[in-house]
Every structure is written in C-alpha cells, then in structure tokens.
C-alpha cells in the first residue's frame, strides 16, 4: 500500500466495485468490535485502492446498526489516509435532481444512539475536534475537478441532513430539514464523518441522488422503490468512472 491509497466506502448500490482485481480479503477485529465486514484490497484502474461495504457485503445491516466506529477504525489501521464515501441520498432543493451525483460540504446531525465517538473511555484529556468544515476539501475539490473534467452531472456542494433510518422521512420532515437549510437527506453521513475527523482521516462523500425526498418532486406523492433502484443504478455508473479516474497515483 502507499500512502495515496484510498479507500471507498460503498453504500446502497456499491456493494461490490466492478473492476476492482481484488488482491486479498482482510477480517479486522477492533476494539469496537466487528466491521460491516472484511476490508478489500485491490487494483483498480491500475491503483491500490481499499473497499468496504457500509451495509455488509450482502446489503444486511441497516443504517442505525451499522458500527460506524469498528469501520472507521478498521481503515485508519489498515493504514488508510483519504476515504471517499459513497452514499445514496434523497434530494430536497431543486438543484438535487436524481440522479445527480453531489458532494456536500456541510452536515447536520439528527441521528440518535450511534456510537458516535472515539472519545469516551481511557481518556487522559477530554478531546473536541474541530469540525466546522466536516469534509476534507482538497479531496471534495479533487472529486469535483475529476467530475468536471469527465463531463458528469453533479452538484459541487449541499448540506446533507443525516437521519435515523430506517424509513423514510415524512413531507413534514422533509419540510424541516429544508427550514434548517438541508439540500439532501442521507441516513449513514453521521456520525462516520465525525468519526474519519476524529480519526484525521481525510474524508468526502460522493452522493447520489435516489429520489426526491418526501413531498418533493413531481406529484409529491409516495418514494417508490423502482425508481430509486433505477436511480441509484444510473447513479452508481457515473461513481464507477469517477472512482476509476480520481485515484490519484
Ligand atoms: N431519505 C433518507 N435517506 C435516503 C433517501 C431519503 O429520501 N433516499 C436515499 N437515502
């Protein structure tokens, strides 16, 4: 591995990276105990990357069981320092029309009873990290340079409101997270954010656009499950190619 190796966090839809050659599968223990599963390493595009499913490799884990600690913690001790991750999204604002890809620069949490922290036992000091900025922004304007120059549908930034899961949000909910000034809503940007920030990892999201999120869109009417399977897979052809590109060397 160098020391420009990334590591992609695949969501909903990147369960698997094609034309990854996979080299080898690592089983991690940590002290937050198991991962969503073993840690892939690989080739891809001719680059050592690493590959995680958020989900678990067979989509089973839901976004409120997800150990976001044992994850994050597996990478940085796999010897990881950048991570893109890649998550599927609902869109709010007109700009967010599925399925474009977005990459956020800003966060609001309204997740619950996550392990949210790394910080909260053997400690020597009480430790507030700094997170006004809570994505990495040479590795956001990385993938914002590469999807430009590839010609890709995307919006270069957005606050992402992260919820509980695992339903869906009311148009009421929805309305909210608008007044609060989210552009997209997600159920797994937190707390692995803060974790990756804690951990001074360098970390970005790529979004993808599934659906408009409850009471938007045309029609306003329920989310259908075709059309963000459908989004998500057109979605996921452009993260493909932009994960293949933005590898850096
Ligand atoms: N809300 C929350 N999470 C999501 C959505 C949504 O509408 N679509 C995809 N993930």
Redesign the pocket.
Known sequence: MTDTTIAIIGG?GLTSLKGLEITRREVMHTPYGEPSGPITHGVLAGREVMFLARHGYGHTIP?HRINYRANLWALKNAGIHRVVAV?????ITAEMAPPRLVFPDQIIDYTWSRGHTLFEADLSHVTHVDFTHPYCEELRHALIQEARQIGLDFVDRGTY?A?Q?PR??TAAE?NRLERDGCD?????GMPEAALARELELCYATCAV??????GRGEGQGE?SMEE?DRN?AEGMVNVRTLLENIIPT
Request: no cysteine; charged share 5%; net charge negative.
């Open positions: 909903t976004p998550a599927a999204v609902g869109g409101g919820t899961g869906l949000e929805v997209i809503v997600g159920m797994t656009v599934a659906n408009w999120a409850a989310i963000v998500v």
